[in-house]
C-alpha cells in the first residue's frame, strides 16, 4: 500500500505566517511547506522587519503585535496570492509607508475588492498603474476597526486578509459580506485564529472578530489537501491504493471533500481519524458536481474525467478564472487537444469521454495545479509532457520526483 507524504499545507502555513507575526511572543511553527510561495512570504516578513528563523523542520517567528518593525519596505510578492493579499493587510496595522510588488502573473490578478475595503476602513492605500492590481503602497497609520462590506465572491481570501487584521485594530471588525466562494479556507482561518487565542463569530452575512490581538503559541502544519488529490486521484484512475497520512477526520482543510468526488464517482475512501486512503475499483462513473467550495481540485478532477463511464460536468466555479491562470480555459484547451470533447460555460465545464485520449504537451500557463493534474492524466495517456513543468516549485518543489515514485509503486 503506497503511503505519501505530502508536504504541508500553503494555506495554512501562510495564515499560521501572518498570526505569527501579529501574535505576542515567539511562535513555532511545526513542519511548514517549503515552497516559492511559503518563502516568498516568509522573505517579505523579514523585509517588514519580523524574524523568522528556520531549521529544516520548523521555523520560529518573532511576533510584533505593534506592527512591522521597520518604517519602510519595499516587499516582492512573486508569485504569491496569499503573499500580495495577506501582507499589505498586516502591514495597514503597522506605523510607516510599505510598497508591494509581484509578478507579471500575479500582477494580473484581482485585488480591488479588499483594497476597497481596506480603504473604507480609513488606509492611506494606493495603486500604482492599474485600480486593483499590484503594484500599491500602503501609508499605515494603525487602523481603527468598525464595520466593512466586502464582497468575495472571486476569492475567500480577501475575507480571510480583514478577519486575521481584526484583533489588532482598535475596536475590532464587523464584516459585512456580499457573496463568498470558498467558504472552507474562511472555516481554516478561523480555526487557526482560534489556535492563537481569538474566537469570530459569525451571524448570519456578518462576520465578528474583537480586539486584543493574538497569543503566540507552537502551530503544527498538517499535509496539503489541494496537493493529495493528484494522489487520490492517481489510485481512483489506476485501480491503485493510496494512504496520505496527517489528513484524517480532523482535518481543517475543505479541499479533503476531494476524496468524496471521488467517491460518488466509485472509488473506495476510508478516512481515519489520522490518515485518509483511496483505493481504485476499475471503474470511475460519470457525474455532475459543483466544486464551488473545493475549486482548487477542478483540474484534478477535469484531468480524470475522459475517462469516466459518462459525462463530467463540474459547476458553480467561475472563481477558477481568476487564479493564477484561467484554469477552466485551461483543462478545455488541454482536453481538446488530446482529442477529447469539451464544453464550458461562464462557471462550468463538461467532458465527455470517448476515443482513448492522445499524448500532446500540455501549455501550463506557469500553473502548478495544470502541471500536477495532468501529470495524473500522463498515468493513463502515453507521450504528456509540459511547457514548464518546474512552476510546480511554487506549491511542491518535490512533486515530480514524489509522483514518478508513486507511478513506479502504483
Known amino acids: 500500500m503506497p503511503v505519501v507524504d505530502i508536504p504541508g499545507s500553503k494555506s495554512i502555513t501562510a495564515r499560521a505566517l501572518f498570526l505569527a507575526a501579529a501574535a505576542d511572543g515567539v511562535t513555532t511553527l511545526v513542519r511548514p511547506l517549503r515552497s516559492d510561495d511559503t518563502e516568498g512570504f516568509a522573505e517579505g516578513l523579514t523585509r517588514l522587519g519580523y524574524r523568522v528563523g528556520r531549521t529544516p523542520d520548523s521555523w520560529q517567528v518573532d511576533g510584533r503585535p505593534q506592527g512591522p518593525a521597520v518604517a519602510e519596505a519595499d516587499v516582492y510578492c512573486r508569485d504569491g496570492a496569499t503573499t500580495a493579499r495577506f501582507l499589505p493587510t498586516l502591514a495597514a496595522a503597522g506605523h510607516g509607508t510599505y510598497r508591494f510588488d509581484a509578478s507579471e502573473q500575479m500582477r494580473r490578478r484581482p485585488l480591488l475588492p479588499l483594497t476597497r475595503a481596506l480603504r ?96 503566540a503559541t507552537t502551530y503544527p502544519i498538517e499535509p496539503d489537501a489541494s496537493t493529495s488529490s493528484y494522489f487520490f486521484a492517481a489510485a481512483a484512475l489506476t485501480g491503485g491504493e493510496v494512504t496520505v497520512p496527517g489528513l484524517g477526520e480532523g482535518a481543517l482543510q475543505g479541499d479533503l471533500g476531494f476524496v468524496d468526488v471521488l467517491r460518488r464517482m466509485g472509488a473506495g475512501v476510508e478516512i481515519g481519524a489520522d490518515r485518509t ?87 501550463t500557463y506557469g500553473d502548478h495545479r495544470i502541471v500536477m493534474s495532468f501529470a495524473v492524466t500522463g498515468l493513463r495517456v502515453p507521450g504528456i509532457s509540459f511547457d514548464d513543468p518546474g512552476c510546480v516549485r511554487k506549491t511542491f518543489p518535490g512533486f515530480h520526483e514524489e509522483f514518478a515514485a508513486l507511478r513506479a509503486r502504483l
Open 120 to 215: 473604507d476602513l480609513g488606509v492611506d492605500l494606493r495603486h500604482e498603474d492599474r485600480e486593483g492590481h499590484h503594484p500599491l503602497t500602503v501609508h499605515a497609520s494603525g487602523v481603527a476597526g468598525g464595520e466593512v462590506t466586502l464582497d468575495a465572491g472571486q476569492s475567500s481570501q480577501y475575507l480571510t486578509a480583514l478577519l486575521m487584521l481584526g484583533p489588532l485594530t482598535e475596536k475590532g471588525l464587523r464584516v459585512h459580506v456580499t457573496d463568498l466562494v470558498s467558504v472552507p479556507y474562511v472555516e481554516i482561518t478561523t480555526a487557526m485564529m482560534r489556535a492563537f487565542g481569538v474566537e469570530v463569530t459569525r451571524e448570519g452575512n456578518d462576520f465578528v472578530v474583537p480586539p486584543g490581538g493574538y497569543r
Open 277 to 363: 486512503t483511496v483505493r481504485g475499483t476499475g471503474t470511475l462513473r460519470g457525474l455532475t458536481v459543483n466544486m464551488r467550495d473545493i475549486s482548487d481540485t477542478m483540474p484534478t478532477l477535469a484531468a480524470i474525467a475522459p475517462f469516466a463511464d459518462g459525462p463530467v460536468r463540474i459547476e458553480d466555479v467561475a472563481n477558477t478564472r481568476v487564479k493564477e491562470c484561467d484554469r477552466l480555459e485551461a483543462c478545455a484547451e488541454n482536453l481538446r487537444a488530446m482529442g477529447v470533447r469539451v464544453e464550458t460555460g461562464p462557471d462550468w465545464i463538461e467532458i465527455h469521454p470517448g476515443a482513448a485520449p492522445e499524448g500532446t504537451e500540455i501549455k
